[in-house]
């Protein structure tokens, strides 16, 4: 509810479609607000996507046919915000720190992130570059669920120019849960499919 001059009204969530009421995503993300959700159409969409400063977003396509493929550089790069959701996409990144999804912290001068959720994604990363990489926060980041029981993602790391990522980089990420993800690294060098790292804040409930 919204209180305005003596008179209270609610706001209600809205169904933002993409390219339908919107031709593009960011141009979705921008216009939405809290509690919005984001359906993304099949097709291919050459878009680095910035999240910026929103909270309690779900964003979500139609499974592989619902492509996000950047010509390089990050898929989705989150800060300042909370509770985003991402599920039901293919992303697909190529180059060096191309992550699919990253999210910003303080080492990035970035607020920590509570709530990201990626479920039911296909991951595909052609470069030094992680499939989701969570920077250094102090505080830390909390509350992100990565898969779950019967939403897994499936995350593969190609290498590129004879260096390879890791699947996942979580950096001061607490409280959360990663599980139930397929992840496939091809011709690993000096890589992981999973690092979760105490950096510049303590983690619990992992």
């Known amino acids: 509810s919204v209180f305005l001059f003596g008179f209270s009204f609610d706001v209600d969530s809205a169904t933002i479609n993409v390219p339908s009421d919107y031709p593009t995503i960011q141009a979705a993300i921008d216009a939405a607000i809290d509690g919005d959700a984001i359906n993304i159409d099949a097709g291919t969409y050459a878009e680095n996507i910035a999240i910026n400063g ?84 102090n505080p830390a980041h909390s509350n992100w669920v990565i898969g779950g029981i019967g939403h897994g993602n499936t995350i593969t790391i190609n290498s590129g120019a004879g260096v390879t990522g890791d699947g996942l980089d979580l950096y001061d990420v607490s409280a959360s849960e990663v599980s139930y993800n397929d992840i496939t690294l091809n011709n690993p060098t000096a890589s992981t499919n999973v690092l979760w790292f105490s950096e510049l804040s303590n983690l619990n409930n992992l």
């Open 54 to 137: 929103k909270t309690n977003l779900l964003i979500q396509g139609i499974g592989d046919a619902t492509i996000i493929e950047p010509i390089n550089g990050i898929g989705f790069a989150i800060t300042n915000s909370n509770f985003i959701t991402i599920k039901n996409l293919k992303i697909h990144t190529t180059g060096t720190n191309a992550h699919s999804v990253w999210v910003g912290g303080s080492s990035s001068g970035n607020s920590a992130m509570s709530g990201l959720t990626v479920q039911d994604t296909t991951i595909i990363v052609d470069g030094y570059s992680s499939g989701i990489y969570g920077a250094h926060s």
